[in-house]
Nanobody, 119 residues
C-alpha cells in the first residue's frame, strides 16, 4: 500500500524556518503529483504547495515567496522549506500524493506533522 511519512515539524519563533520532509513508498513514482496541505483548528483546509511529476510547482498565495517545495526522485522524497514563518502558519501539515492505479487517480496522505509558530 502507498505510505507517506512526514517529519520536520516543531516549534519555532516568528521569522524562523523549518524544513518538512515526506518519504513515499508503495508505488509512488516520479511521475506522480505530490504536495502539502495544512489544516488548523478554525481554518479551512488549504493546499499549500504542489509539485508535478515533471517539476512544475504551484503555491497558495498565502505562502508564495516564503515556502519552497522540492522533490528528490532518486530518494522518493519531497520537502517543503518554510521560511519567514508567522503565527498564522501554525497548522498541521500533511503530505499528499496523487497516485494513478489501473487508470484511476487516488489521493493519499501522511499522518501529519505539527508546525507551531509562537514567541
Amino acid at each position: 500500500q502507498v505510505q507517506l511519512v512526514e517529519s520536520g515539524g516543531g516549534l519555532v519563533q516568528p521569522g524562523g524556518s523549518l524544513r518538512l520532509s515526506c518519504t513515499a513508498s508503495g508505488g509512488i513514482s516520479s511521475s506522480d503529483e505530490m504536495g502539502w496541505y495544512r489544516q488548523a483548528p478554525g481554518k479551512q483546509r488549504e493546499l499549500v504547495a504542489s509539485i508535478a511529476g515533471g517539476g512544475p510547482t504551484n503555491y497558495a498565495d498565502s505562502v508564495k515567496g516564503r515556502f519552497s517545495i522540492s522533490r528528490d526522485n532518486a530518494k522518493n522524497t519531497m520537502a517543503l522549506q518554510l521560511d519567514s514563518l508567522q503565527p498564522e502558519d501554525t497548522s498541521t501539515y500533511y503530505c499528499y500524493a496523487e497516485h494513478w492505479f489501473a487508470g484511476v487517480p487516488r489521493h493519499y496522505w501522511g499522518q501529519g506533522t505539527q508546525v507551531t509558530v509562537s514567541s
